[in-house]
């Protein structure tokens, strides 16, 4: 059984920045395909990022393209997205998800994870 708990998340202007964190449990993140969604009110649950199982490829939403970075730390056994240039539209609960799968390959459908975190805040004000 994995355990994900997400932090970082904040009120923050426009053009600010933020690091969030993904901390697991029960596995070592170097064994887990991990990544990034999140929802809106009033919206479905949207594809942020992606890590493979081997941390080699990664992969991101268009309108992120540029903007987030996804990394990880298997040292501290801990997934990350930095968001550079936060925008209005970005403002969501923010979760991160973990599949054990061991390839390549980078998951963007949120059917594809096993087990998520609880979601952590993040509020882009104008």
């Known amino acids: 059984q994995v355990q994900l708990v997400e932090s970082g998340g904040g009120l923050v202007q426009a053009g600010a920045s933020l690091r969030l964190s993904c901390a697991a449990s029960?596995?070592?993140?170097?064994?887990?395909?991990m990544g990034w969604f999140r929802q809106a009110p009033g919206k479905d649950r949207e594809f942020v990022a992606a890590?493979?199982?081997?941390?080699?490829?990664?992969d991101y939403a268009d309108s992120m393209t540029g903007r987030f970075t996804i990394s990880r730390d298997t040292a501290k056994n801990t997934m990350y997205l930095q968001m550079n240039n936060l925008k209005p539209e970005d403002t969501a609960v923010y979760y991160c998800?973990?599949?054990?799968?061991?390839?390549?390959?980078?998951?963007?459908?949120?059917?594809?994870?096993?087990?998520w975190g609880q979601g952590t805040q993040v509020t882009v004000s104008s």
């Open positions: 998800a973990a599949v054990s799968r061991a390839n390549a390959a980078t998951y963007k459908n949120h059917f594809e994870y096993d087990y």
């Open positions: 029960g596995r070592t993140i170097s064994s887990l395909a």
């Open positions: 890590i493979s199982w081997s941390g080699a490829n990664t």
